[in-house]
């Protein structure tokens, strides 16, 4: 009660900020909500059309793209949104540099990409899929940084029309064409064509609000830029594996896909688990390294507010989704997908430990302690590795969901520690300063 009470009072004495931030929170999530909403209704309404087999290919494939994006975006978009956060007038010169070296990067990663789908022997439907999501995924990821660049102005009005101009058309687009009856191959190519309509609409209201900018190089900033982002880069691609190897284990010692497509479909309502806590951390980054730079006991007390006020709406969430999983996976997927109810179960008390997570990334990314942001995927990862090729075996997909929740325990646990013993660090070092100034 004493800890609610000092929440209340902490977000009235700080009601400016606190208004602007909901306020951001509002807009960004707003647009966030309809793009998860409109997304899971396009995953459901797949996963109808098609089969547990062909929709646990399909992800199968998605899986393989996003480790494309990780790699092409290597972490440049938190350094964006960070750098233009402190100086708006690098905004045009930063993104015609960035996506010249993105370029590059996407150009590499589509070659190593196409290799490594045939070394590991997958079906030809499969490796169609791959190499059309990649692209799609791709083209989204440059329309992302667009959005990293508005986020570091603040502009998130201008961030949620960006969001928006790219589900909507996509939407429309695969609607029809399930309604009409289509192959999967069609559904994913459309996917390109959303992606493309979504950076465009970005590039426009770019240069139309910030100013033109040309592709162009500067080797000095893709150094500084690929230094900054290496360790970010590192822990995405550490997290986008700790959060997605169970399905491609799954799809190893479960070739046939069926229950790669049951678990995807818990995943998937899992995934809508932590949306609010994912747009918390898009927020609070600018703000947060803003406050890194000013005021580190007013950033500790944002923080440790921010774990009690997220922790407590994940807990809600997460406790509805439990005793209401069986009604939830057959009014949404219907009686095919009841199988995966008890995964269901398990992962939602996962989405609490992950909430929690993500307010740690937002803290470790403003301060500068990418290194410790690294360090802690990368144990998460290996714990995950290890502990699902020996769970995943025996127990299928429910060891897939134990696992999971062992793993976004790891990680918090490691990333709050290094938050705490960095505050108490700089706390006594303040302390040993006043002594001495008291001292003279």
Not at 17 to 33: E, R, V
Not at 45 to 68: E, H
Not at 143 to 165: K, N, P, T, W
Not at 268 to 288: H, S
């Amino acid at each position: 009660m004493k800890l609610f009470k000092n929440f209340v009072r902490f977000v009235v004495s700080h009601r400016e900020k606190t208004k602007n931030l909901f306020k951001n929170i509002f807009l960004l999530g707003s647009a966030n909500f309809i793009e998860q909403i409109l997304f899971f209704i396009l995953y459901v309404w797949i996963a109808r059309k098609f089969d547990p087999q062909q929709y646990g290919y399909f992800f199968t494939a998605l899986v393989f793209s996003r480790i494309a994006f990780r790699i092409s975006e290597f972490g440049i978009n938190t350094v964006i949104t960070r750098d233009i956060s402190r100086n708006h007038e690098l905004a045009p010169s930063y993104l015609g540099n960035i996506f010249t070296l993105r370029g590059f990067i996407c150009v590499m990663t589509l070659f190593l990409i196409q290799p490594l789908i045939y070394i590991i022997g997958y079906e030809h439907p499969i490796i169609i899929s791959v190499e059309f999501l990649s692209i799609y995924i791709i083209i989204w990821g440059f329309s992302q940084s667009i959005g990293a660049a508005f986020r570091g102005l603040e502009r998130q009005d201008i961030v949620a029309l960006i969001i928006v101009s790219g589900i909507i058309p996509l939407f429309m687009l695969l609607g029809l064409a399930l309604m009409a009856g289509t192959t999967i191959h069609t559904i994913e190519f459309l996917f390109i064509l959303g992606a493309g309509i979504q950076l465009y609409v970005g590039y426009m209201l770019m240069t139309h609000l910030v100013g033109k900018f040309k592709l162009s190089y500067d080797i000095g900033l893709w150094k500084k830029t690929l230094k900054d982002s290496l360790p970010l880069g590192l822990a995405g691609m550490f997290a986008l594996v700790y959060f997605r190897i169970d399905t491609l284990i799954l799809s190893f010692y479960f070739p046939q896909g069926k229950i790669v497509g049951l678990y995807n479909t818990a995943y998937n309502i899992f995934v809508a688990l932590t949306f609010l806590p994912f747009i918390f951390y898009q927020i609070a980054l600018p703000l947060f390294s803003r406050l890194a730079l000013k005021s580190l006991s007013k950033l500790r007390s944002y923080y440790y507010y921010s774990l009690f006020g997220i922790g407590l709406c994940a807990f809600s969430i997460s406790a509805a989704v439990f005793f209401c999983a069986k009604p939830l996976t057959f009014f949404v997927y219907g009686e095919k997908y009841l199988a995966s109810v008890e995964a269901l179960k398990i992962l939602s008390p996962a989405s609490i430990l992950t909430s929690l997570g993500f307010v740690s990334m937002s803290v470790l990314t403003a301060l500068n302690l990418s290194k410790k942001l690294l360090k802690a995927t990368f144990v998460a990862v290996i714990t995950n590795i290890v502990l699902n090729l020996i769970l995943i075996p025996h127990l299928g997909m429910t060891g897939a969901a134990v696992n999971t929740i062992i793993t976004e325990g790891t990680f918090f646990a490691i990333c709050s520690r290094d938050i705490a013993l960095f505050f108490n660090r700089a706390q006594r070092a303040d302390y040993c300063v006043s002594l001495k100034s008291t001292e003279v």
